[in-house]
């Protein structure tokens, strides 16, 4: 139990469906974070929430929409998806809404885009 | 261009011996720097931080030393274990003025595998 839990673990999807990931945080923080995780590719940031609102988006395309209705939840609506999309999708969150702070990830939620 | 690099892709050890990852960085003023496991198709799970100012870190088996002459960390398990089998990341955070989040940048990771 990492404290941050991820729904769907994995995910099936072709090009034109539209989904959802869905991220719940237990830890009472502050700020949620979305990452994409490519085979032979580091980590990449998403998208960063401060407090339900967004305060980084890293050039991601807009068929990513991500939404934070409160402090504890993060959803990540994917659409018209493309094959290279296919990834470990990994939510996490830290106490500290600057960044100087550990970030504490999900399990991850793998999206294959067929 | 900034950019973190784990010099290995993988490291094969015997058990019993101590294991050495490196992370090299470039063009960054780092805050700090943090390292993590990962297992396979799971999350990865932070471990040790240690700050600028700091040489060096220990936690039980695990040791992390710093050195920003080199720009170098290097993360050390000792007595190694067939479970400390993993893919172990760092990450560097930037020293920034305006606190924005996005600066934890991470390395691709190593694949430690520790034979029996």
């Known amino acids: 139990e990492t404290g941050v839990t991820q729904t769907p673990r994995h995910l099936v999807m072709g090009m034109t469906n539209k989904k959802s990931l869905k991220c719940e945080q237990h830890l009472g923080h502050n700020a949620m974070y979305w990452y994409k995780q490519s085979a032979k590719k580091p980590l990449e940031l998403m998208f960063v929430y401060n407090f339900k609102e967004q305060t980084e988006n890293n050039s991601v395309p807009s068929r990513f929409s991500p939404e934070c209705p409160n402090s504890s939840h993060l959803f990540l609506h994917l659409h018209t998806l493309q094959p290279e999309d296919s990834a470990l999708y990994l939510c996490a969150s830290s106490q500290d809404p600057t960044g100087y702070d550990t970030i504490y990830f999900g399990e991850g939620s793998w999206l294959t885009v067929v | 261009s900034q950019k973190i690099e784990q010099n290995s892709e993988a490291l094969n050890i015997q058990e019993g011996k101590t294991a050495t990852l490196t992370c090299n960085y470039t063009?960054?003023?780092?805050?700090?720097l943090q390292w993590y496991r990962q297992d396979p198709g799971r999350g990865p799970v932070f471990l040790l931080l240690?700050?600028?100012?700091?040489k060096e870190k220990r936690k039980e088996r695990l040791k992390v030393t710093f050195d920003t002459t080199l720009k170098q960390s290097l993360f050390h398990i000792t007595a190694s274990q067939p479970a400390d089998s993993a893919t172990y990341l760092c990450?560097?955070?930037?020293?920034?003025?305006?606190?924005?989040?996005?600066?934890?940048?991470f390395g691709k990771g190593t694949k430690l595998s520790v034979k029996p």
């Open positions: 990450a560097l955070r930037r020293l920034t003025y305006g606190g924005s989040q996005g600066n934890l940048i």
């Open positions: 063009n960054y003023s780092p805050a700090y």
């Open positions: 240690i700050r600028e100012n700091e």
